[in-house]
């Protein structure tokens, strides 16, 4: 069977000093500690500003075989240029995020909110332009996207519609071989828990996927009060097979019946 991937996005918080990463641990040596709990994570610092090769040797390095990092796409690319240069700007983001080597998962794509109007065409170039070999992943911030047209890219070009909670409604239908889920917060952005009621769904969604010999990866974007690491710790312990070990300081009592598992 196929993995679920579940993690958090980013992991370089300072509200989870103490709380998660203990108290004297220098965060030079956050991202290992990290690893030891968790098999993958989204990187949120190449949407921000690209990565020195040094920067993605040391995320390599740090971490485990086996450890899988999902990079979010350059937002020079997706909100300055609104995916038109299929240039410079791709070869220079790939030329760093590649050597990640065997430990890169997908690569997500987030569109600007006010990006309204639905360009399939534009969209079609963009992701013909890119690597291959690599798992993509569009978020689009806006429903109109959710277009029959734009689906049908995603579908050929072999790319997920991303999952998630910031928009209204979800995708129609799913795209690509594989799933990417994000959850932006309970409530608010950031931040509110959905505890494991709300999860309990969720896990038997994503394990039926899962059996039926496929591929998801899912992280939590809620992380203001460590709610993005309880929650994953939940949905893992939903899920029952999933590669997340959390410590034993950090294990909160189940808001649900603890036997129950996807």
Not at 12 to 34: D, E, N
Not at 66 to 77: D, H, M, P
Not at 225 to 245: C, I, P, S, W
Not at 248 to 261: I, L, N
Request: charged fraction near 25%; aromatic fraction near 12%; hydrophobic fraction near 40%.
């Amino acid at each position: 069977m196929k993995a679920i991937h579940l993690g958090t996005s980013g992991y370089v918080y300072k509200h989870w000093k103490g709380l998660f990463y203990p108290a004297g641990l220098p965060t030079t040596r956050w991202l290992p500690y990290f690893a030891r709990v968790f098999a993958t994570v989204e990187l949120n610092a190449p949407f921000y500003r690209l990565p020195t090769a040094d920067a993605v040797d040391g995320w390599r390095e740090q971490t485990p075989a086996g450890f899988k990092f999902a990079c979010k796409g350059s937002r020079y690319l997706t909100h300055m240029k609104r995916l038109t240069d299929v240039g410079e700007g791709l070869e220079r983001y790939f030329s760093v995020i590649l050597r990640l080597g065997p430990k890169l998962g997908p690569v997500l794509w987030q569109l600007p909110p006010h990006m309204k109007k639905p360009d399939p065409e534009r969209l079609d170039r963009f992701l013909a332009a890119l690597p291959r070999g690599v798992q993509y992943v569009v978020e689009f911030r806006d429903a109109a996207w959710y277009h029959d047209e734009v689906l049908e890219v995603l579908d050929r070009r072999g790319a997920a519609v991303c999952e998630h909670d910031l928009v209204p409604v979800p995708p129609p239908r799913l795209t690509g071989d594989f799933r990417y889920v994000r959850f932006h917060g309970a409530g608010s952005r950031y931040e509110g828990r959905y505890g494991r009621e709300a999860l309990w769904p969720v896990a038997c969604d994503l394990d039926a996927w899962r059996r039926k010999g496929r591929t998801a990866w899912v992280y939590f974007n809620n992380d203001l009060k460590g709610h993005a690491l309880l929650d994953a710790f939940d949905l893992a312990e939903l899920l029952g097979h999933v590669k997340v070990r959390p410590p034993p300081d950090m294990r909160r009592p189940s808001e649900t019946d603890e036997s129950r598992t996807a």
